[in-house]
């Protein structure tokens, strides 16, 4: 089955990066997005929302985490309408690091869809991203946790399985494979074997410039989805 998803790329500092680093990473995933018109989002600390969004153009900036909270009580909470309005246009949802209960990631994409937020939510196995899926999110992550960070990627029988499945529960949900991405033949590889889109964390902050590194994943990305389109046609 085809994806009518726009191809995508996630640069995801976790809390590795902050203040005027995360704003020159920021822009540099800018430039990509403005050089290749791939779709980046830019996931920052919440203290840094607002800042990245004055000063950047064209990447989605993306919080690390939402809440299903309604204006009122809630101290120490993530507020949906606060997180918009500081900028942000997109949230992590139930990652590995951050997991939420089933009832509140329900509520959390409901709350996101009625703000205009997109939400990619995280699943780490095929089974989770099956239910996770009937909720609808905007992106489903599929990563197996235990790859997180080791620059292992995950088989090719686990992406095509992924996508396959993920497509006929909802074809209209974006599906991103990211475990162990490192370089821009890994992006390239699960774009051009079926998913809409991949990011990374220690494959861009470890790479000798970064900046670089983002650039080159969003141009394999661009590639890859390219290359897909033109074998889809050919059938």
């Not at 600390?45 to 800042?51: A, E, G, H, N, V």
């Not at 969004?53 to 309604?70: C, D, G, N, P």
């Not at 609808?136 to 990627?153: S, W, Y």
């Amino acid at each position: 089955m085809k994806s009518a998803i726009s191809p995508f790329l996630v640069v995801n500092p976790k809390s590795y990066l902050y203040g005027a680093e995360a704003l020159a990473l920021a822009q540099a995933a800018d430039a990509a997005a403005k050089k290749t018109g791939l779709k980046i989002y830019f996931t920052c600390p919440f203290s840094d929302i607002r800042y990245i969004r004055a000063h950047t153009e064209s990447i989605i900036v993306t919080a690390q985490a939402m809440e299903s909270l309604k204006p009122g009580r809630g101290m120490g909470h993530l507020l949906p309408e606060a997180i918009r309005d500081a900028g942000a246009r997109a949230t992590f949802l139930n990652h590995a690091e951050n997991p939420m209960t089933v009832a509140e990631l329900s509520k959390t994409i409901l709350r996101a869809r009625g703000l205009g937020i997109e939400t990619i939510a995280c699943a780490d196995s095929l089974a989770e991203g099956t239910a996770i899926a009937a909720f609808r999110p905007d992106i489903l992550l599929c990563e197996p946790t235990d790859l997180i960070g080791t620059g292992k990627t995950a088989d090719d029988d686990y992406t095509v399985s992924i996508v396959a499945k993920i497509r006929s529960v909802d074809p209209a949900i974006g599906i991103m494979i990211a475990s162990g991405i490192t370089t821009a033949d890994d992006v390239y590889r699960v774009v051009r074997l079926g998913a809409d889109g991949s990011g990374a964390t220690s494959g861009i902050l470890n790479a000798p410039d970064p900046g670089k590194r983002i650039e080159e994943m969003a141009e394999a990305i661009v590639r890859a989805a390219a290359d897909r389109a033109s074998a889809d046609n050919a059938l």
